[in-house]
């Protein structure tokens, strides 16, 4: 399963750190992605991590402001996301990647950010 | 890139049948990759109901069942049940594989 950090609530312009701790499987075998839902929208893919080497690779519209880190001691990955705005409230989830589909998913982080 | 192109809502009635569709590009969905959906109720976390373009996970009832032609995967729901109201996605990978794309999401309502 995958379990996430509590809620955050941020100032714009801050730096935010979602966490997604893994269990009960391997972790540097599947890749892991961060999805977003901005409330009453879409899902919105951020990006994936090889918790194995590392290697990551972000949607267009993150490149720069997105980081995706792992620690294969605690099996968890981290989502940095810096210069946060408003409008980057969402719950933030993430997913393992298994064979061309995600799951399980995490529980989901609510993000607020205010101005 | 551009999500995937879904209808924003449909509906029907119980004991009928739906189809969802969700069209890419050769980029994506008519590439050589595979599609998968997921459902979503409110406040819920979303559920991956169809893999690999028609691939059901177990659990996951044989009402629901996907296809794929050219650059557009369906998604079809037959004898609709109330509890199918939800918000449905469909994911692609990008013919690289690098990259994912989701649909914008279909609001389904069961009258």
């Known amino acids: 399963q995958l379990v996430q950090s509590g809620p955050e609530v941020k100032k714009s312009g801050a730096s935010l750190t979602v966490s997604c701790k893994a269990s009960g499987y391997t972790f540097s075998g599947f890749y892991i992605h961060w999805v977003r839902q901005a409330p009453g929208q879409g899902l919105e893919w951020m990006g994936w991590?090889?918790?194995?080497?590392?290697?990551?690779n972000y949607a267009d519209k993150f490149q720069g402001r997105v980081t995706l880190t792992r620690d294969t001691s605690t099996s968890t990955v981290h989502m940095n996301l810096t210069r946060v705005r408003p409008d980057d409230t969402a719950v933030y989830y993430c997913?393992?990647?298994?064979?061309?589909?995600?799951?399980?998913w995490g529980q989901g982080t609510l993000v607020t950010v205010s101005s | 890139q551009s999500a995937l192109t879904q209808p924003a809502s449909l509906s029907g009635s119980p004991g009928q049948s739906i189809t969802i569709s969700c069209t890419g590009t050769?980029?994506?969905?008519?590439?050589?990759?595979?599609v998968s959906w997921y459902q979503q109720h409110p406040g819920k976390v979303p559920k991956v109901i169809i893999y690999e373009d028609n691939k059901r996970p177990s659990g996951v009832s044989n009402r629901f069942s996907g296809s794929k032609s050219g650059n557009t995967a369906s998604l079809t729901i037959s004898g609709l049940r109330a509890e199918d109201e939800a918000d449905y996605y469909c994911l692609s990978y990008t013919r690289t594989s690098t990259r994912v794309i989701f649909g914008g999401g279909t609001k389904l309502t069961v009258l």
């Open positions: 991590i090889n918790p194995q080497s590392g290697a990551t």
């Open positions: 997913a393992r990647d298994v064979n061309w589909r995600l799951d399980p």
């Open positions: 050769s980029s994506d969905v008519g590439s050589y990759t595979f």
